[in-house]
């Protein structure tokens, strides 16, 4: 077997892996691998603590206790990551009332020129009264993240408008944001004279410039079919996840 065939097969000599050579492939889509950020129901936060208190049950849930007119209304922040779209909502429930349900609210805070507003991304009614309860909603399309100039909550309220808590008949377990990150969209106009607008991997090189990865290979060109060396995917490793570690105190 010659040499061009260990490399066709991609076998290894001396410890060295002779992978197969491939044209470059076409990118996908701007989405990576879905991650997800859990809320604890210790995480929620009543909304007005001299009327009513969230009490919490640890495993079992957190439930309202207060009087009659209490609205039981409880807040915890959704963390995702700048620029990613949520795909999902999961929530654990428990709820054996016969007259009253959870309900919630996906809201997002933001800043605008006419001053701070609420966006309502999503709301629901849980309605079920046989115990333990899972419920998922997806979303298409997602919301993407604008963390700039937005914060997020995800708000639950224990009880019917009008009717009074339940107590821990009616509990929120824990819920989960599914997210994905995605790189940015085009822009209108291209950074290097050799990956114009319609080059394939247009998008993905402007996300590496416009985040201060690469500046190119100099001459207003980018190079995208050089090869890349280990010193040179060093640099791009290290900026784009902004590596850091412990520093010794005897440093």
Known sequence: MNKRTLLAAGFSIGGILLAPHRAAAAPGGPETVPGYTMIM??????????IYSLQNGASQGSWCEGPDNAECLGYARIQAPEGAVLLQLDLWTYDVSHDSDLH????ASCETPGGPVNDLLDSGDLVFEDGEFHYAVTYTPGHTVNNS???????????DGGE????????????????????????????????PTDHQFFQFVEALVRSGITAGCGLDSYCPDAPVTRGQMAVFL????????????SE
């Open 149 to 159: 100039l937005c914060g997020y909550s995800l708000r639950v309220k224990f009880t």
């Open 104 to 107: 919630y609210a996906v809201i």
């Open 164 to 195: 009074p808590p339940r107590g821990n008949e009616i509990r929120i377990r824990k819920a989960r944001v599914s997210w994905a990150r995605q790189v940015s969209p085009a822009p209108p106009s291209a950074t290097f004279t050799d990956v």
């Open 238 to 249: 290290s900026k784009a996840l902004g590596l850091q570690w412990p520093v010794p105190l």
């Open 41 to 50: 129901n210790y995480e929620f936060q009543g909304a007005d603590s001299s």
